[in-house]
């Protein structure tokens, strides 16, 4: 069993910055694979960005070159740091975890999450 915690949402500005952090506890040493989605009430929950054990990066589209996403092994810590942000960015915010050697931006694929935090983007 893995348990994942976010934190670090909030409200801001359009422009503005914001780092989520996901602290990880229980079985991290099987975990392959750490990934942040995205939902807003009525949508499909999206794909982030992943990142695996061995520090392969992948991101979706609407977020490459202002989201980065990082790892701390030795601290069971996943970050998410978020610049530039757009209103259409604003959603809950949720950390998963896979133990699979297989990363993905599909939900589906994911078997451990945390109950997330919001991020709320003005114009």
């Known amino acids: 069993q893995v348990r994942l915690v976010e934190s670090g949402g909030g409200s801001l500005q359009a422009g503005g910055s914001l780092s989520l952090s996901c602290a990880a506890s229980?079985?991290?040493?099987?975990?392959?694979?750490m990934s942040w989605f995205r939902q807003v009430p009525g949508k499909e929950r999206e794909g982030v960005a992943y990142?695996?054990?061995?520090?392969?990066?992948n991101y979706a589209n609407s977020v490459k070159g202002r989201f980065t996403i990082s790892r701390d092994k030795a601290q069971n810590t996943l970050y998410l740091q978020m610049n530039t942000l757009k209103p259409e960015d604003t959603a809950m915010y949720y950390c998963?975890?896979?133990?699979?050697?297989?990363?993905?931006?599909?939900?589906?694929?994911?078997?451990?999450w945390g109950q997330g935090t919001q991020v709320t983007v003005s114009s």
């Open positions: 998963a975890a896979e133990t699979r050697d297989f990363c993905s931006l599909r939900s589906d694929d994911y078997r451990y």
């Open positions: 229980g079985y991290t040493s099987s975990v392959y694979c």
């Open positions: 990142i695996t054990t061995p520090g392969t990066t």
